[in-house]
């Protein structure tokens, strides 16, 4: 982006203190490097750095004591305009306690709520009535639904958001394409099935975690972004660093700079949608 554009808006990084509460899906030797504490005060001088002048916090785990923890961090520092937390959708009383959240410090800040449905041993998750209650009370509290998942529970995706058009669905990391093995179908595919729902919109983030972390470059990107900002049109695509997990693979500049790269083709205004717009108007910031 250059000096004369609109600040930008990241719609997708994370915090953890590893003291709070243990981050369980942080296993292995391949995510060892973020086996460790990211605040707020890590990010701040890279996003204010890189000219970012509001971002989007994201839940990490299934617990209900992080949401409100992130709630008042955004309220105790301007750069964080909203978070998307979690909160269990099948629990009967789900529209008291998407109230409950939006009353405590920071609750004004609740723009979205998040599932690891990536983690769901049944593609079909989303489509169980329980849950469709407690997304249908999400609809009616005005907040949009961000969706974590794997490729293969993209058509479930798909028939959830036409069955719903009064909720706002937002798709993390393109849906986690297999950019490491170049494959593009069926992602692809599916992916233009779920664009075809104008309730569902796309975060341009995630890519480089999904790549080789080593030895990926923009051109293995490419096909991915290009696919999705075909698919959806600038206006429904918006940027998401997804720092912390995002420096697997690459800085927090440099994921910017590749998103840049990646968004060369678009008009000025095309760019400030992915950039901004778009993430101010579906989350309300």
């Known amino acids: 982006m250059t000096e ?31 086996r460790r504490n990211f605040s707020l ?7 204010r750095a890189a000219g970012v002048g509001a971002t989007l916090v994201v839940q990490t ?3 209900p004591e992080e949401t409100p923890e992130l709630l008042a961090l955004a309220d105790a520092d301007d750069l964080v305009a909203g978070v998307v937390g979690w909160t269990d959708l099948t629990r009967p009383d ?22 690891q449905v990536q ?10 009535p329980d849950v469709r209650w407690g997304l249908t009370a999400m609809a009616a509290a005005g907040l949009a639904y961000d969706l974590v998942v794997l490729p ?9 958001a036409a069955d719903m058009p009064e909720l706002t669905f937002v798709l993390d990391h393109l849906g986690k394409p297999p950019i490491a093995c170049g494959a593009l179908e069926p992602w692809a595919s599916t992916i233009r099935v779920l664009a075809g729902r104008p309730n569902v919109v796309c975060k341009l983030s995630g890519m480089v975690t999904e ?12 096909p991915y972004a290009d696919t999705v900002l075909k ?9 998401g660093s997804d720092w912390p997990v995002s420096t697997l693979a690459a800085t927090y500049a440099e994921v910017l700079v590749t998103a840049g790269l990646l968004t060369s083709d678009l008009s000025t205004s095309e760019r400030q949608e992915v950039f901004g717009g778009t993430a101010r108007r579906v989350y309300s910031l």
């Open 61 to 63: 785990v299934t617990v």
């Open 152 to 160: 293969h529970q993209l058509p479930a995706c798909a028939k959830v």
């Open 4 to 34: 004369t554009e609109p600040l930008l808006v990241d719609a997708h990084h994370h915090v953890w203190d590893l003291s709070v509460r243990d981050q369980n899906w942080i296993a292995g030797d391949a995510l060892a490097p973020i």
């Open 231 to 239: 698919a959806f049109g600038p206006r429904r695509v918006m940027y």
């Open 94 to 115: 789900i529209a008291d306690a998407l109230a409950g959240l939006r009353e405590l410090p920071g609750g004004q800040h609740l723009v979205g709520i998040r599932h």
């Open 119 to 128: 983690a769901e041993p049944d593609p079909e998750w989303l489509l169980r």
């Open 211 to 222: 790549a080789d972390h080593e030895t990926w470059t923009v051109d293995d990107l490419r």
């Open 41 to 47: 005060a890590d990010l701040v001088p890279e996003a």
